[in-house]
Protein backbone atom coordinates (compact mmCIF):
# COMPACT_ATOMS: atom_id res chain seq x y z
CA UNK A 1 0.00 0.00 0.00
CA UNK A 2 0.98 3.30 -0.93
CA UNK A 3 2.03 5.61 1.80
CA UNK A 4 -0.54 8.59 3.11
CA UNK A 5 0.58 12.01 3.72
CA UNK A 6 -1.02 14.06 5.34
CA UNK A 7 -0.18 18.24 5.71
CA UNK A 8 -0.38 19.57 9.53
CA UNK A 9 -2.02 22.61 8.19
CA UNK A 10 1.10 24.59 9.96
CA UNK A 11 4.52 26.19 7.96
CA UNK A 12 5.60 22.67 7.73
CA UNK A 13 5.42 19.33 8.70
CA UNK A 14 2.75 16.22 7.98
CA UNK A 15 1.81 12.99 9.09
CA UNK A 16 2.78 9.59 7.24
CA UNK A 17 0.19 6.35 7.41
CA UNK A 18 0.34 3.28 5.64
CA UNK A 19 3.82 2.00 5.93
CA UNK A 20 5.68 -0.06 8.03
CA UNK A 21 8.74 1.19 9.42
CA UNK A 22 9.96 -2.03 11.34
CA UNK A 23 10.48 -3.61 7.97
CA UNK A 24 13.00 -2.95 5.01
CA UNK A 25 11.66 -0.29 2.72
CA UNK A 26 11.88 -1.05 -0.96
CA UNK A 27 13.02 1.78 -3.36
CA UNK A 28 9.53 3.70 -4.27
CA UNK A 29 8.73 3.68 -0.80
CA UNK A 30 11.44 5.53 0.10
CA UNK A 31 11.83 7.66 -2.62
CA UNK A 32 7.91 8.59 -1.85
CA UNK A 33 8.93 9.31 2.14
CA UNK A 34 12.16 11.18 0.45
CA UNK A 35 9.72 13.41 -1.72
CA UNK A 36 7.53 13.87 0.88
CA UNK A 37 9.88 14.90 3.13
CA UNK A 38 11.84 17.71 1.60
CA UNK A 39 8.23 18.70 0.55
CA UNK A 40 7.12 18.74 4.49
CA UNK A 41 10.18 19.09 6.05
CA UNK A 42 9.32 17.44 9.22
CA UNK A 43 7.55 14.15 8.62
CA UNK A 44 6.13 11.86 11.15
CA UNK A 45 5.23 8.48 11.38
CA UNK A 46 2.56 7.22 14.37
CA UNK A 47 2.14 3.86 15.60
CA UNK A 48 5.52 2.62 14.80
CA UNK A 49 6.83 -0.13 16.90
CA UNK A 50 10.73 0.24 16.23
CA UNK A 51 14.02 -1.48 17.74
CA UNK A 52 17.02 0.07 17.54
CA UNK A 53 18.04 -1.76 14.29
CA UNK A 54 15.20 -0.66 12.76
CA UNK A 55 15.69 3.20 13.53
CA UNK A 56 19.19 2.67 12.09
CA UNK A 57 17.94 0.70 9.00
CA UNK A 58 15.49 3.44 8.36
CA UNK A 59 18.19 5.84 8.97
CA UNK A 60 20.31 4.57 6.43
CA UNK A 61 17.79 4.41 3.64
CA UNK A 62 18.00 8.53 3.51
CA UNK A 63 21.68 8.46 3.63
CA UNK A 64 24.97 7.48 5.87
CA UNK A 65 25.03 8.23 10.09
CA UNK A 66 25.96 11.68 10.42
CA UNK A 67 28.74 12.30 13.29
CA UNK A 68 27.49 12.88 16.53
CA UNK A 69 30.33 15.13 18.52
CA UNK A 70 29.54 15.29 22.17
CA UNK A 71 27.14 12.76 22.63
CA UNK A 72 28.01 9.32 23.89
CA UNK A 73 25.91 6.42 22.01
CA UNK A 74 24.09 3.68 23.14
CA UNK A 75 25.82 0.47 24.21
CA UNK A 76 25.95 -1.47 21.40
CA UNK A 77 24.46 1.32 18.81
CA UNK A 78 26.91 4.72 18.62
CA UNK A 79 25.52 6.10 16.28
CA UNK A 80 22.09 6.71 18.45
CA UNK A 81 21.86 8.85 20.63
CA UNK A 82 19.25 8.87 23.90
CA UNK A 83 18.00 12.01 24.18
CA UNK A 84 16.18 11.85 27.89
CA UNK A 85 15.19 13.96 30.59
CA UNK A 86 13.55 11.79 33.66
CA UNK A 87 10.88 12.84 36.28
CA UNK A 88 13.49 14.19 38.91
CA UNK A 89 16.05 15.65 37.15
CA UNK A 90 16.69 19.31 37.42
CA UNK A 91 19.01 20.35 35.03
CA UNK A 92 18.16 22.46 32.16
CA UNK A 93 16.02 21.59 29.61
CA UNK A 94 18.34 20.11 26.57
CA UNK A 95 18.04 21.65 23.26
CA UNK A 96 15.57 24.36 24.62
CA UNK A 97 17.02 26.79 21.95
CA UNK A 98 16.38 27.17 18.57
CA UNK A 99 19.24 25.44 16.45
CA UNK A 100 19.54 23.62 13.31
CA UNK A 101 21.73 20.53 14.08
CA UNK A 102 25.56 20.47 14.31
CA UNK A 103 25.99 23.15 11.74
CA UNK A 104 29.49 23.96 13.42
CA UNK A 105 30.30 20.78 11.11
CA UNK A 106 32.05 21.28 7.25
CA UNK A 107 29.49 19.22 5.94
CA UNK A 108 26.38 19.56 8.85
CA UNK A 109 23.50 16.77 8.53
CA UNK A 110 21.07 16.48 6.28
CA UNK A 111 18.67 15.39 8.56
CA UNK A 112 17.86 13.98 11.77
CA UNK A 113 15.19 11.41 13.11
CA UNK A 114 13.78 11.19 16.76
CA UNK A 115 11.82 7.91 17.76
CA UNK A 116 9.51 8.59 20.77
CA UNK A 117 10.05 5.79 23.51
CA UNK A 118 8.24 7.10 26.76
CA UNK A 119 6.64 10.26 25.90
CA UNK A 120 5.21 12.05 29.03
CA UNK A 121 0.92 12.92 29.09
CA UNK A 122 1.74 16.71 28.53
CA UNK A 123 4.25 19.15 27.55
CA UNK A 124 7.67 18.07 25.62
CA UNK A 125 6.39 19.76 22.25
CA UNK A 126 9.62 20.25 19.39
CA UNK A 127 8.91 23.56 17.65
CA UNK A 128 9.85 23.37 14.16
CA UNK A 129 10.63 26.95 12.09
CA UNK A 130 10.48 27.15 8.27
CA UNK A 131 13.42 28.66 7.33
CA UNK A 132 12.31 28.43 3.67
CA UNK A 133 9.29 30.10 4.55
CA UNK A 134 10.88 32.15 6.67
CA UNK A 135 13.04 33.83 3.43
CA UNK A 136 10.33 34.15 1.04
CA UNK A 137 8.29 36.87 3.20
CA UNK A 138 11.66 38.21 4.61
CA UNK A 139 11.19 42.03 4.35
CA UNK A 140 13.45 43.41 1.68
CA UNK A 141 15.83 45.77 4.53
CA UNK A 142 16.09 42.76 6.63
CA UNK A 143 17.31 40.22 3.68
CA UNK A 144 19.49 43.22 2.61
CA UNK A 145 21.71 42.58 5.95
CA UNK A 146 22.10 39.12 5.51
CA UNK A 147 22.56 38.62 1.43
CA UNK A 148 25.88 37.07 0.74
CA UNK A 149 26.61 37.34 4.36
CA UNK A 150 28.62 34.27 5.44
CA UNK A 151 27.55 33.03 9.37
CA UNK A 152 30.74 32.08 11.80
CA UNK A 153 29.55 28.41 13.63
CA UNK A 154 30.71 27.04 16.94
CA UNK A 155 28.92 24.67 19.27
CA UNK A 156 31.30 26.58 22.07
CA UNK A 157 28.16 27.98 23.68
CA UNK A 158 26.61 24.71 24.19
CA UNK A 159 29.39 21.69 24.37
CA UNK A 160 32.65 23.89 25.19
CA UNK A 161 33.76 23.11 29.06
CA UNK A 162 32.31 26.78 30.01
CA UNK A 163 29.37 25.93 27.65
CA UNK A 164 25.74 25.49 29.35
CA UNK A 165 26.32 21.44 28.81
CA UNK A 166 29.95 22.43 30.71
CA UNK A 167 31.94 21.84 33.75
CA UNK A 168 29.04 23.59 35.55
CA UNK A 169 26.07 21.62 34.18
CA UNK A 170 23.63 19.98 36.65
CA UNK A 171 24.97 16.66 37.97
CA UNK A 172 22.15 14.71 37.55
CA UNK A 173 21.77 15.52 33.76
CA UNK A 174 20.89 11.88 32.35
CA UNK A 175 21.75 12.91 28.80
CA UNK A 176 25.21 11.32 28.10
CA UNK A 177 26.84 14.58 27.00
CA UNK A 178 30.80 14.83 26.51
CA UNK A 179 31.72 18.37 26.37
CA UNK A 180 35.00 19.26 24.77
CA UNK A 181 37.87 21.57 23.56
CA UNK A 182 37.03 20.77 20.27
CA UNK A 183 33.54 22.72 20.30
CA UNK A 184 35.94 26.23 20.57
CA UNK A 185 36.15 25.35 16.68
CA UNK A 186 34.58 27.96 13.85
CA UNK A 187 33.43 26.92 10.26
CA UNK A 188 31.56 29.29 7.88
CA UNK A 189 28.29 29.04 6.27
CA UNK A 190 26.45 31.02 4.24
CA UNK A 191 23.44 32.53 5.74
CA UNK A 192 21.46 32.24 2.57
CA UNK A 193 21.96 28.62 0.66
CA UNK A 194 20.46 26.80 -2.25
CA UNK A 195 18.76 23.52 -0.59
CA UNK A 196 20.33 20.87 -2.32
CA UNK A 197 18.13 18.71 -3.32
CA UNK A 198 15.14 20.72 -3.90
CA UNK A 199 16.94 24.25 -5.59
CA UNK A 200 14.78 26.34 -3.06
CA UNK A 201 16.56 29.45 -0.82
CA UNK A 202 16.55 28.91 2.77
CA UNK A 203 17.99 30.20 5.42
CA UNK A 204 20.76 27.79 7.18
CA UNK A 205 21.13 28.06 11.28
CA UNK A 206 20.36 30.41 13.53
CA UNK A 207 21.64 32.83 16.62
CA UNK A 208 23.57 29.70 19.06
CA UNK A 209 25.67 27.97 16.97
CA UNK A 210 26.27 31.38 14.53
CA UNK A 211 28.32 33.22 16.88
CA UNK A 212 29.43 36.16 13.92
CA UNK A 213 29.05 37.05 10.82
CA UNK A 214 32.25 37.46 8.34
CA UNK A 215 33.69 40.84 7.57
CA UNK A 216 31.07 41.97 10.35
CA UNK A 217 32.19 43.91 13.47
CA UNK A 218 30.94 41.88 16.19
CA UNK A 219 28.36 44.57 17.66
CA UNK A 220 26.91 45.16 14.16
CA UNK A 221 27.04 41.03 14.17
CA UNK A 222 25.07 40.34 17.25
CA UNK A 223 22.47 43.01 16.49
CA UNK A 224 21.82 41.37 12.64
CA UNK A 225 21.89 38.26 14.15
CA UNK A 226 19.28 38.89 16.81
CA UNK A 227 16.84 40.58 14.35
CA UNK A 228 17.27 38.05 12.08
CA UNK A 229 16.28 35.12 15.37
CA UNK A 230 13.65 37.16 16.03
CA UNK A 231 12.11 36.67 12.38
CA UNK A 232 13.23 33.32 11.78
CA UNK A 233 11.18 31.95 14.91
CA UNK A 234 7.92 34.10 14.09
CA UNK A 235 4.69 31.74 14.72
CA UNK A 236 3.67 31.96 11.58
CA UNK A 237 6.14 29.93 10.27
CA UNK A 238 5.94 27.47 12.77
CA UNK A 239 4.56 23.73 13.04
CA UNK A 240 4.23 22.66 16.83
CA UNK A 241 4.90 18.87 17.18
CA UNK A 242 2.99 16.90 19.34
CA UNK A 243 4.58 13.36 20.74
CA UNK A 244 2.94 10.10 20.83
CA UNK A 245 4.88 6.88 21.78
CA UNK A 246 6.31 5.06 19.07
CA UNK A 247 6.22 7.73 16.52
CA UNK A 248 9.31 8.82 14.36
CA UNK A 249 10.03 12.13 13.76
CA UNK A 250 12.68 13.02 10.95
CA UNK A 251 13.39 16.28 9.79
CA UNK A 252 15.56 18.23 6.95
CA UNK A 253 18.09 19.87 8.67
CA UNK A 254 18.95 21.94 6.13
CA UNK A 255 15.62 24.44 6.26
CA UNK A 256 14.31 24.12 9.53
CA UNK A 257 15.41 24.69 13.01
CA UNK A 258 13.45 23.37 16.00
CA UNK A 259 14.19 23.26 19.63
CA UNK A 260 12.66 21.04 22.55
CA UNK A 261 10.10 22.54 25.11
CA UNK A 262 9.43 21.82 28.76
CA UNK A 263 6.11 21.50 30.63
CA UNK A 264 6.32 17.79 31.63
CA UNK A 265 8.35 18.15 35.21
CA UNK A 266 7.52 15.07 36.69
CA UNK A 267 7.45 12.55 34.26
CA UNK A 268 10.15 10.93 32.18
CA UNK A 269 10.57 11.79 28.79
CA UNK A 270 13.14 9.50 26.37
CA UNK A 271 13.58 9.30 22.37
CA UNK A 272 16.06 7.94 20.35
CA UNK A 273 17.97 9.89 17.85
CA UNK A 274 20.14 9.41 15.01
CA UNK A 275 21.34 11.82 12.03
CA UNK A 276 21.29 11.41 8.22
CA UNK A 277 24.58 12.69 7.46
CA UNK A 278 25.82 14.84 4.18
CA UNK A 279 25.01 12.54 1.43
CA UNK A 280 26.75 13.14 -1.48
CA UNK A 281 24.51 10.72 -3.42
CA UNK A 282 21.60 13.31 -3.30
CA UNK A 283 23.37 16.42 -4.42
CA UNK A 284 23.79 17.04 -8.40
CA UNK A 285 26.10 20.25 -7.77
CA UNK A 286 29.48 20.50 -7.09
CA UNK A 287 29.66 21.95 -3.09
CA UNK A 288 30.74 25.25 -3.79
CA UNK A 289 27.17 25.15 -6.01
CA UNK A 290 25.29 24.10 -2.91
CA UNK A 291 26.64 26.45 -0.29
CA UNK A 292 26.19 30.02 -3.05
CA UNK A 293 24.26 32.53 -1.67
CA UNK A 294 22.02 34.08 -4.57
C1 LIG B 1 16.86 17.72 19.70
O1 LIG B 1 17.08 18.89 19.42
O2 LIG B 1 17.49 16.80 19.19
C2 LIG B 1 15.83 17.35 20.73
C3 LIG B 1 14.49 17.94 20.51
C4 LIG B 1 13.52 17.55 21.58
O3 LIG B 1 13.92 16.95 22.59
O4 LIG B 1 12.33 17.87 21.44
Redo the contacts with the bound molecule.
Sequence with gaps: MACVVAPSGQACGATVSGVDLSRPLDASEVADIRAAWLEHKVLAFPDQSLTDDDLERFTLAFGPFGADPFFSGLDGHPNIAV?SRLADETSSL??ENWHADWTFQEFPPDG?C?YGKVIPPQGGD?LYTNQQAALDAMPADLRAQIEHVVGIHSARGGYAPDGTYGDADADDRSMKIMPSEDAYAVQTHPIIRIHPETGAETMYSTLGYIIGLEDVEPNEARSILRELAAWQTREEFQYRHRWEPNMLVMWDNRCVL?R?TGGYDGYDRI?H?TTIGYNPDVRTGTVDDELRTL
Design positions: IFATLTHALR
